[in-house]
């Protein structure tokens, strides 16, 4: 079969070693979505409420390759709420002490 369809036989072993990888690797990759919302939120709060640096710094700091679909910014609360691939995350400041907090 190796000798009559080499390219298929290649594509089969890489497909196998792919699917080795992916199930070595599950827990990893449903935690995935998860970070993308979370680390948006919680460094965004940090930037912005405990450095104190303004609304387009902390915008480019968290910039990510992969997008947030949702963010909004409440200084009332002091509070900062992210969505991105399905998962929302919302992180608030404390205080001077405790600083950002993230909420799921």
């Known amino acids: 079969m190796i ?5 298929a036989s290649v594509f089969v072993l ?3 070693a792919l699917s080795g990888w992916v199930w070595h690797e599950r827990v990893n990759l449903q ?6 919302a979370a680390y948006t939120a919680k460094e965004y709060c940090s930037c912005r409420y ?3 640096n303004p609304v387009e710094y902390c915008r480019g ?7 947030v679909s949702a963010f909004s910014d409440n200084p009332g609360r002091t509070e900062v709420t992210a969505s991105g691939l399905g998962r929302t995350h919302s992180a ?3 205080g001077e002490r405790e600083g950002c907090r993230l909420f799921p």
């Not at 000798?3 to 390219?7: A, D, G, K, N, Y």
């Not at 935690?31 to 993308?36: N, T, Y």
């Open 3 to 7: 000798r009559r369809r080499p390219f």
């Open 14 to 16: 890489l497909l196998l």
């Open 50 to 52: 405990v450095a104190k």
């Open 61 to 67: 700091y968290v910039k990510q390759y992969v997008p």
């Open 31 to 36: 935690a995935f979505p998860d970070i993308i």
């Open 92 to 94: 608030r400041w404390l």
